[in-house]
């Protein structure tokens, strides 16, 4: 017996009349809605599934899915993110064929259930774009984070099983971030720095991060932000710290129908020096370059094919442009991939830095995301965060100056 309000259909789900994975789905829900308290399930207007890469699943994950996928169909737009490997260019990106042959299992999976396979975190600049106010269920952090602060929808940051789970059945356990009285700014960030590139954003992330340790930020004095810098944000804030949900007054919705938390904090220019000296390590010849974390939208594309003009990737260096593969399949259209391919750069579609199985692959990284950073370090690289201008400098030369 559960303490949770089911309809009468949920009840048939959770008693295995509609299948296996239907029940098994039901049964995640319903755990999940018991330990937060929730009243209900309430339905999803889309799903995001994280948890995609063979290399975080392993072969238990990849079984899991598998008994999933007999009888399971999603039943709201369901998109995924990055898995270990491009599914198409994975040689060229030095993959194995044995952890191919296992990630394209998990895809398989994914696809039996009606998932479509687009493995981006970046699902807003696909096609999966929330209304503001709509409940959904997405589990990457940064695209969670865009989600409730950018657009004004409404989600918690999902595991990958409970995500799957919610696409299984079109609901969530309604609580957390669903509700409105858990929406609400608890500490005030005044940033009193003038932020120019991606990589600034990213610092004023780490630096939010820390200060408003698992709480709201309600966030004043930034004049302006493209959807560019609001996603490398979104990345780093959440990653070193804060919940999923932010305010920027008079940039994101309903930021001026907020009070302002009593609570208060400044970032100051030496904040910002110390985000960047806890960032960076002692980096002079670059391995791998990498630009897309969150994946690239096509206007960073643009911009990074501008810079590699008549210029080319140094041979002790690789560079990686991490996106989506309809934002690549774009950049094909306008011929930004025949510049950015001759100069030697390399995309990575489907995949990203923090999710393909490069531990031991490569010494140092340079890139212009404070995310991409921190699992760069977990995956034992020295990093080094700089502009996109001072990363594509590194790709050319090979060394950071
Ligand atoms: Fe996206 Fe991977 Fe970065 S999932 S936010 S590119 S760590």
């Not at 009468?8 to 937060?36: D, F, N």
Request: contains cysteine; aromatic residues 6%; proline residues 3%.
């Amino acid at each position: 017996m559960t303490r949770m309000r089911l309809t009468k259909e949920e009840e048939k789900m959770l008693c295995g009349e509609e299948g296996y994975a239907a029940k098994k789905s039901m049964e995640i829900l319903v755990a999940l809605g018991e330990i937060y308290n929730a009243e209900a399930l309430v339905n999803v207007g889309s799903v995001q599934v994280a948890g995609v890469s063979y290399h975080n699943l392993g072969e238990a994950g990849l079984e899991f899915l598998k008994e999933l996928a007999r009888d399971g169909r999603v039943k709201v737009l369901t998109t995924l993110n990055p898995a270990g490997m491009d599914l198409k260019n994975w040689r060229a990106l030095g993959i194995t064929p044995e952890f191919a042959e296992k990630q394209n299992r998990v895809i398989d999976a994914f696809r039996r259930m009606g998932v479509i396979i687009s493995c981006t975190c970046t699902p807003y600049l696909i096609g999966s774009l929330p209304r503001y106010g709509e409940h959904i269920a997405w589990s990457e952090s940064s695209a969670v984070t865009f989600a409730n602060s950018v657009i004004g929808a409404k989600t918690n940051r999902e595991g990958g099983p409970s995500a799957l789970a919610a696409a299984l059945v079109g609901k969530t356990p309604c609580y957390g971030l669903h509700l409105e009285e858990n929406r609400a700014p608890d500490v005030h960030v005044d940033v009193k720095v003038y932020l120019k590139t991606l990589s600034d954003w990213g610092a004023l992330g780490w630096c939010i991060g820390r200060k408003a340790e698992n709480k709201i930020p309600y966030i004043t004095g930034v004049g302006k932000a493209s959807l560019d810098d609001l996603k490398s944000f979104c990345a780093s804030v959440v990653t070193y710290g804060a919940k999923p949900l932010f305010f920027i007054k008079g940039i994101t919705p309903d930021s001026d129908r907020q009070q302002i938390p009593k609570e208060k904090v400044t970032i100051e220019d030496q904040h910002m020096k110390e985000a960047f000296d806890s960032i960076n390590d002692e980096v002079e010849t670059v391995d791998l370059v990498c630009i897309g974390c969150p994946h690239c939208s096509i206007r960073e594309v643009a911009r990074i094919a501008g810079l590699l003009h008549s210029r080319k990737v140094s041979s002790n260096t690789e560079l990686w442009i991490a996106t989506s593969r309809l934002v690549k399949q774009l950049a094909d259209e306008i011929g930004y991939t025949r510049t950015i391919e001759s100069a030697g750069g390399r995309f990575a579609c489907d995949t990203c830095m923090a999710v393909a199985p490069l531990k031991g692959r490569f010494k140092s990284v340079a890139t212009n995301s404070a995310k991409g950073c921190y699992y760069s370090r977990h995956n034992g690289m020295a990093t080094r965060l700089g502009s996109l201008e001072d990363c594509i400098n590194a790709a050319v030369t090979g060394k950071w100056s």
